[in-house]
């Protein structure tokens, strides 16, 4: 399209140099800065205006650069992330944003900073309200806005001055993220920020139904047909295995069908060619028939008697179904001086929406690829890639980028086979990112859910039992839902001890995108459910809702409902007590405020538990670090856990400095490279901190003690590393006299830590984690009871995060789940066909978020390093229930079918009379 007008010449200020650029007049500012100029920092997370990831400022006023056409560039200023900073040195903006933990992934951050600074230009010292008027079109998917909104207020005065960890101090102080000045500067470098020179572009031929025949045509004739196409890919060209998926025993999915589709959106064929000729090609030519067929879009219709098979081999679309069953909760539930309640649930689609689309580039080199792209899982991309491929997975090296958020999708392949096929066909470089509605319409999602279940209590407010019966609508493809389908049944029950239980759960395939991993694997799901039950049980036997989770909650020695007893560790009393300030503080309030109100704005409060196992269930999960010392002084630490934001580089060389003995200044990292770093997992099941975490501190133990032998010094020797002599004690060595192994190093470490697990039997009994993490929110909201409308005032957030390795980042974690537990509360639901766009599908802005106070509980693990607990998944979890018991305690009603929009308050409000 912007390729049939002629070309103009435009004389512009860029960062306030001079520029003169022959280019088309409606090519997007964003193609201008990033494709034309190098100017990367500023990034693409929607093209349609919706995300504000591409925010400059042209003439001085925030606009988004992808609605910015060329032509309107001439004599303009335009200023971008890479003119705030002085030679590298941050601006006061961007060294808040650095100190305060603003940025995450960073991904957003170049957006925020331009916002910011406009507004900071205007009004040195903002107030809260200014700062989220000014943010408010500029979409965080990580962070919860919390921390971004106080770097902007606290820009224009003294920062706090960064903390400096000595030897032996790093766990437990807010240090900066390791990683954090590049994110702040522009300069980090995501999936489409570094492709070579000379890269192809691809582009991917979809399915335009939900469930359809597929036919190809002469696709050679057709490439012929349009000059500079250099390869049209089909499942044809596959050398390899026209498959892949997470779990390689359920590896269900076509690079490319060959005959038929089974979701909307689904490959059949790739475009290969230079990047003017495939993005200007129309593809409606394309040589493909489709003929739709009748789809099965729920696991209603999927499960019906005759129902086509969306996979032939698994009897009844059912992918997996899952169990954990103890004692007899049907005998428990029908005793006299029992309580019941019960209730049906159902949950959308939630899709992941990081502003980053999938995008990387790959090249091929000699009888190897080499593949770039945001990532969470690089060595199970490493091995999917090269089956693929017909390679061993030796033959291909996985470099993961900066990932612009992640939540469990980028844990799936995506871009990484397309990648891989056209530069190995054409012997070129190849890049790709996906289009915001190819990401949303293709990736995986959060598992809807229809749940029902029934809960009883004796009458002084003991818990008897519990059934639950959860059908997950997977989609068309494995993906994790076996993974979902096993924890769910582990968690349904809560942090509470159930004499008796029954969870039954099944994943059902049907003609939907993939269902996947999405921070929690189900669990928050099941957590709607058990969570508002409970608030209605606390009622029917009497009791104040924190009081009953108390009076339940699960303590040290007591059995789980797999009948697991952990004699240490289990915090979640002391989060629920944590919480107690707050809690009757926020419930005395919404009374007086409910006594004095009209009747029409009404306050409420709720609560909510959680827990989450940490780490995979039931199955090996072992990580590997490795440390080491060079010739040249360098204390190099080889880091293959990919940080999605969440801050695992940081909190992983905190641990590994404190067990070494030597302080995090001293460390060079190097990031996730599968020809380079051992395998350190995926990033998941909040397991880095905890399992990668631990192989960090033995590998830093283990090279202390190497360290201490060689040097023959006292066990409680101090380290100090200066140039190339390491001394301990009194004792000291040179390190460039050593002779170095095949990574340079001169001594060094290698250690692996698996987290012990036990499997389930056929009742779902066992071990299946090594430690749990605890947490509860109480949430206070506001609801208009005319209008539905509900607004989240507050959220206190407690968690046992066993010790917290860097509280700041920790905080970050806390405020930007809760933001995804109230997105997934409130207003967030994917609908296949329909909201695969930021504008259709709503994620919390600035200004949906409350006020976050975040209480870190520690109560240490024994098998964690220095006690610590997973965080990542486990904040999402209690939100959404709190914030629906809030709604409930506010109105008397009980939303049960998510989101809770307006119209579906209103409605329930209005149906109550
Ligand atoms: S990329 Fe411009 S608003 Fe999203
Ligand atoms: S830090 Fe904002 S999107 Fe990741």
């Known amino acids: 399209m912007?390729?049939?007008?002629?070309?103009?010449?435009?004389?512009?200020?860029?960062?306030?140099?001079?520029?003169?650029?022959?280019?088309?007049?409606?090519?997007?500012?964003?193609?201008?800065?990033?494709?034309?100029?190098?100017?990367?920092?500023?990034?693409?997370?929607?093209?349609?205006g919706d995300c504000g990831a591409c925010t400059v400022l042209l003439d001085g006023e925030p606009v988004c650069a992808c609605m910015v056409h060329a032509g309107r560039l001439d004599g303009a200023t335009v200023e971008t992330v890479e003119g705030l900073a002085r030679d590298g040195v941050p601006d006061a903006l961007q060294s808040a944003f650095l100190r305060l933990g603003a940025a995450q992934c960073g991904i957003c951050t170049p957006g925020m900073l331009m916002s910011a600074t406009a507004l900071l230009r205007r009004t040195a010292r903002p107030t809260e309200a200014e700062v989220k008027d000014a943010l408010g079109g500029v979409l965080c998917r990580c962070t919860g806005y919390s921390k971004i909104i106080q770097a902007v207020m606290a820009a224009g005065g003294a920062l706090p001055e960064a903390a400096r960890a000595e030897a032996g101090r790093a766990v437990g102080a807010r240090l900066d993220r390791v990683d954090g000045l590049p994110k702040v500067l522009g300069s980090d470098l995501f999936g489409d920020d570094f492709p070579p020179l000379d890269a192809l572009t691809v582009r991917v031929v979809r399915s335009p139904y939900h469930h359809c025949a597929v036919k190809l045509g002469d696709v050679e004739s057709w490439r012929r047909a349009h000059r500079g196409v250099e390869a049209v890919l089909t499942a044809d060209y596959?050398?390899?295995?026209?498959?892949?998926?997470?779990?390689?025993?359920?590896?269900?999915?076509?690079?490319?069908?060959?005959?038929?589709?089974?979701?909307?959106?689904?490959?059949?064929?790739?475009?290969?060619?230079?990047?003017?000729?495939?993005?200007?090609?129309?593809?409606?030519?394309?040589?493909?028939?489709?003929?739709?067929?009748?789809?099965?879009?729920?696991?209603?219709?999927?499960?019906?008697?005759?129902?086509?098979?969306?996979?032939?081999e698994r009897p009844g679309n059912v992918l997996v179904r899952g169990l954990v069953r103890r004692g007899e909760p049907e005998t428990a539930l029908a005793a006299d001086d029992v309580v019941t309640v019960s209730g049906t649930y159902s949950t959308g689609f939630i899709e992941h929406a990081y502003i980053e689309p999938e995008a990387g580039w790959a090249r091929r080199v000699g009888d190897r690829l080499e593949i770039a792209a945001c990532t969470q899982a690089p060595y199970m991309d490493r091995d999917d890639t090269a089956a693929i491929m017909g390679l061993a997975p030796e033959a291909v090296r996985i470099l993961p980028t900066s990932v612009g958020g992640g939540f469990g999708?980028?844990?799936?392949?995506?871009?990484?086979?397309?990648?891989?096929?056209?530069?190995?066909?054409?012997?070129?470089?190849?890049?790709?990112?996906?289009?915001?509605?190819?990401?949303?319409?293709?990736?995986?999602?959060?598992?809807?859910?229809?749940?029902?279940?029934?809960?009883?209590?004796?009458?002084?407010?003991?818990?008897?039992?519990?059934?639950?019966?959860?059908?997950?609508?997977?989609?068309?493809?494995?993906?994790?839902?076996?993974?979902?389908?096993?924890?769910?049944?582990?968690?349904?029950?809560?942090?509470?001890?159930?004499?008796?239980?029954?969870?039954?759960?099944?994943?059902?395939?049907?003609?939907?995108?993939?269902?996947?991993?999405?921070?929690?694997?189900?669990?928050?799901?099941?957590?709607?459910?058990?969570?508002?039950?409970?608030?209605?049980?606390?009622?029917?036997?009497?009791?104040?809702?924190?009081?009953?989770?108390?009076?339940?909650?699960?303590?040290?020695?007591?059995?789980?409902?797999?009948?697991?007893?952990?004699?240490?560790?289990?915090?979640?009393?002391?989060?629920?007590?944590?919480?107690?300030?707050?809690?009757?503080?926020?419930?005395?309030?919404?009374?007086?405020?409910?006594?004095?109100?009209?009747?029409?704005?009404?306050?409420?409060?709720?609560?909510?538990?959680?827990?989450?196992?940490?780490?995979?269930?039931?199955?090996?999960?072992?990580?590997?670090?490795?440390?080491?010392?060079?010739?040249?002084?360098?204390?190099?630490?080889?880091?293959?856990?990919?940080?999605?934001?969440?801050?695992?580089?940081?909190?992983?060389?905190?641990?590994?400095?404190?067990?070494?003995?030597?302080?995090?200044?001293?460390?060079?990292?190097?990031?996730?490279?599968?020809?380079?770093?051992?395998?350190?997992?995926?990033?998941?099941?909040?397991?880095?901190?905890?399992?990668?975490?631990?192989?960090?501190?033995?590998?830093?133990?283990?090279?202390?003690?190497?360290i201490l032998q060689r040097l023959n010094a006292?066990?409680?020797?101090?380290?100090?590393?200066?140039?190339?002599?390491?001394?301990?004690?009194?004792?000291?060595?040179?390190?460039?006299?050593?002779?170095?192994?095949?990574?340079?190093?001169?001594?060094?470490?290698?250690?692996?830590?698996?987290?012990?697990?036990?499997?389930?039997?056929?009742?779902?009994?066992?071990?299946?984690?090594?430690a749990f993490g605890w947490g509860a929110h109480v949430a206070e909201v506001e609801v208009d009871t005319e209008l539905g409308r509900v607004f989240v005032r507050k959220l206190t957030c407690a968690h046992d995060v066993g010790r917290a390795i860097n509280p700041t980042l920790i905080e970050g974690q806390v405020e930007g789940g809760s933001a995804q537990g109230l997105g997934l509360a409130l207003m967030e639901e994917f609908i296949p066909g329909r909201t695969e766009n930021l504008h259709d599908y709503l994620i919390p802005t600035v200004g949906d978020m409350p006020e976050i106070e975040t209480i870190l509980v520690e109560d240490p693990d024994a098998h964690g390093p220095y006690g610590a607990k997973g965080i990542g998944e486990q904040v999402l979890i209690p939100t959404a229930p709190a914030i629906l018991n809030a709604i409930r305690h506010a109105t008397g009603v009980l939303i049960r079918d998510l989101p809770a929009t307006p119209d579906r308050v209103r409605a329930a409000i209005k149906g109550r009379g």
Not at 254 to 277: D, H, I, L, W, Y
Not at 478 to 490: D, Y
Not at 560 to 587: D, H, N, S, Y
Not at 723 to 750: M, P, Y
Request: with cysteine; proline share 7%.
């Open 409 to 706: 999708s980028k844990l799936d392949l995506s871009v990484q086979p397309f990648l891989a096929l056209a530069a190995w066909v054409t012997g070129k470089p190849a890049r790709m990112a996906y289009t915001r509605p190819e990401s949303m319409a293709t990736t995986t999602k959060r598992h809807p859910a229809r749940i029902t279940a029934t809960v009883g209590a004796t009458r002084d407010g003991r818990l008897a039992a519990m059934t639950f019966q959860g059908t997950f609508n997977t989609g068309a493809y494995a993906s994790w839902g076996p993974t979902v389908a096993n924890r769910v049944p582990v968690h349904a029950s809560g942090p509470y001890l159930h004499p008796a239980y029954e969870c039954r759960s099944v994943a059902v395939h049907t003609h939907c995108a993939p269902a996947g991993a999405f921070r929690g694997f189900g669990v928050p799901q099941s957590a709607v459910a058990q969570e508002t039950l409970f608030d209605e049980l606390a009622d029917a036997v009497g009791l104040d809702p924190l009081e009953f989770r108390l009076r339940n909650a699960l303590t040290n020695g007591q059995p789980t409902v797999t009948g697991q007893v952990f004699q240490q560790g289990v915090g979640i009393r002391a989060c629920f007590e944590a919480l107690r300030p707050a809690w009757e503080k926020a419930r005395a309030q919404a009374e007086a405020f409910n006594a004095a109100s009209d009747g029409r704005i009404r306050r409420g409060v709720g609560v909510a538990g959680m827990w989450y196992g940490c780490g995979n269930t039931s199955l090996p999960n072992p990580s590997t670090i490795r440390v080491g010392l060079k010739a040249d002084g360098r204390l190099v630490l080889h880091q293959g856990a990919v940080d999605i934001g969440q801050g695992s580089n940081t909190v992983i060389t905190q641990i590994c400095a404190d067990a070494l003995g030597l302080p995090v200044e001293r460390f060079t990292l190097v990031g996730a490279d599968t020809d380079l770093t051992p395998d350190a997992g995926k990033t998941s099941a909040s397991r880095q901190t905890f399992v990668t975490g631990k192989a960090a501190f033995l590998a830093g133990r283990a090279l202390r003690t190497a």
């Open 2 to 48: 912007t390729f049939d007008s002629p070309a103009v010449t435009i004389a512009f200020t860029i960062n306030g140099t001079p520029a003169r650029l022959v280019t088309q007049p409606l090519r997007r500012l964003t193609q201008v800065l990033r494709e034309d100029m190098g100017l990367r920092g500023t990034k693409v997370g929607c093209d349609a």
């Open 238 to 312: 596959i050398p390899g295995r026209n498959c892949f998926g997470v779990i390689p025993p359920l590896a269900d999915q076509p690079v490319f069908a060959r005959t038929r589709c089974r979701f909307k959106g689904e490959a059949v064929a790739a475009v290969v060619g230079p990047a003017a000729v495939v993005d200007a090609l129309d593809l409606s030519d394309f040589p493909v028939t489709w003929t739709e067929k009748p789809a099965l879009l729920t696991p209603e219709d999927a499960l019906a008697e005759g129902a086509e098979a969306v996979h032939p």
């Open 714 to 770: 006292r066990d409680d020797s101090p380290l100090v590393l200066d140039g190339t002599c390491l001394r301990a004690g009194d004792r000291e060595l040179d390190l460039s006299t050593l002779e170095a192994d095949a990574n340079g190093f001169v001594l060094k470490a290698e250690e692996t830590f698996d987290p012990p697990t036990a499997p389930l039997d056929e009742n779902g009994q066992g071990e299946p984690y090594a």
